[in-house]
């Protein structure tokens, strides 16, 4: 059955009051799931079901709690693997490892790793593997705690117990499931001495505070499950969680692009990534105090000032210079192009001149640098041209000071850099950037997409091969009862035939191929009257109907017959009848005897 166009998660309201009624009577918040998935993972359950709709689903699990289990074992995939992805688990054993091994001053210093969303434990058994082959078990024992957290309570369970079978333990190289796993009847099961360093407990990424003080956080193939806004907030906690030096590894479909300042990938092709270290402000004033030593800037300043004097007229750059009083002293050619100026607007006040009026903020902004003697930008000033050309500028207001005099204030310098060309390419750049980064953003939500129906896939793959097993271990036992029976109907001295309720042949044993001729297959399904043995069967007919009919349990007739040979024989022929489970008569069983 498909469900109908109704169940359409886009913004339905039906859909909404579902995922509501999930968080307000199991407390599981899945509105920070991706749509498309948990869509169709919920209407998979909802066809298994036969319900159509997602407001028939709601009525349907307040009348069924048991169902809610079955849902959330369908919406929360738990595949999962050991050595899942093996080259990145590499990068881990031989870059990771070591790096966070060196992080550490002191040989005793404890290393704390969480494997969030842990599902049934491989992947926690898989990194304590890799702890304990690069510190040796006691240090491991004495250094290590694994945190594994996951929101379904029934994988967790799963995982506490470290026993897999032979075919989930099959990606374990060979050599490390000999040293680390005890082998049972058909099971692996996890060294207890290290076992003991891995914390199973429940923790949803969405709801609940993250652990604290990692080296080491493992979240692979979960955040590809949550919308863009969820996933940040989740990274937003990682991020607090990690040691500042701590490492971040993800699915292989996960590109964090998201949240992308908190965390720079350390080798993006394996999804390992590093915390970006907080700048605290201690740190921020620490670098500027660094920076100013190194200037030595009032001496250059001052040479520059005076180079400037000397060259003025002829700098590329469009300035002019006003008086404390705020006339204009000097202005060099390439402003008086491309503002409009002339020399005849020296030792005019700026106030008269058209820039004043064409640019609002310029005489505030000198009064505000001349008062507080710093320099000002005004930033993205439109300008037309004599020409009319839209140029946009950029206005340093600099204070320019007598430094040999005391320091007094002289004027202030104002440069006007025509930024349009770099605003335009600014710009393009920004609007390429962004559809860069929307495509891929698309690219990835793709991506992770695919990956999410690969897991859907592998999952019901599994529920395929446990169903095939079951069919498998069926038809074994199926083979052996027919077997039995093959070899009792084999061992009977008569001649035995059995005929559903048309009368058609079902059985036909050895001894009654060795008295009439016929092989089994040849007389399958036919007509039992209408077969041409010697044995003279219209003459049954009767006997046959009684015992058909339930009339009687045994009825017996001796018949007059010619055997496979050509011999007379006399053939006592025995019919009863067969009867169903339900004690309902299915056919009738012959069973003939030469005397
Ligand atoms: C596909 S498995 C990944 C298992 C393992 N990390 C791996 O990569 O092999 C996804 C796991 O995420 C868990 N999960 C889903 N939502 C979660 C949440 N809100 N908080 C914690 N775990 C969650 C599921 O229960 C499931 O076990």
Known sequence: MQPSSTTSSDSNPEFEALLNFLNRNRGFDFTGYKRSSLTRRIQKRMQMIHVESFGDYIDYLEVHPEEFIRLFDTILINVTNFFRDSSAWDHIAQEVIPAILATKRHPSDPIRVWSAGCSTGEEAYTIAILLAEAL???QYRER????????????LNQARQATYSYRESSSVPPDLLEKYFERTDHHVTFRKDLRRSVIFGRHDLVQDAPISRIDLLICRNVLMYFNAETQSRILTRFHFALHDTGFLFLGKAEMLFTNSNLFVPVDLKRRVFSRVPRITLRDRLMLMNHSNSMDGNSDRLTKHVRFREAAF?????AQVVVDANGFVVLSSERARNLLGLSSKDINRPLSDLEIAYKIPDLRSGIEQVNAERRPLTLREIAW??????VRTLEVLVSPVMDTINGGVLLGSSITFTDISRYKQLQDELEHSNQELETAYEELQSTNEELETINEELQSTNEELQTINDELRRRTEELNQVNGFLESIL????GGVVVVDNDLRVQVWNRRAEDLWGLRSNEVQDKNFLNLDIGLP????????????????????ITLDAVNRRGKNIKCKVTCSPLYGANNDIRGVILLMEEI
């Open 136 to 138: 040796g078990a006691d």
């Open 144 to 155: 290590v705690k694994i945190y594994a957290s996951d929101v379904d309570e029934e994988a």
């Open 313 to 317: 007229d002829a700098s590329p750059l």
């Open 384 to 389: 037309i041209t004599s020409s009319g050309d």
């Open 490 to 493: 084999a061992s009977m001295r």
């Open 537 to 556: 069967v219209a003459q049954l007919r009767s006997v046959i109907r009684t015992s058909a009919n339930g009339e009687s349990e045994l009825e017996s």
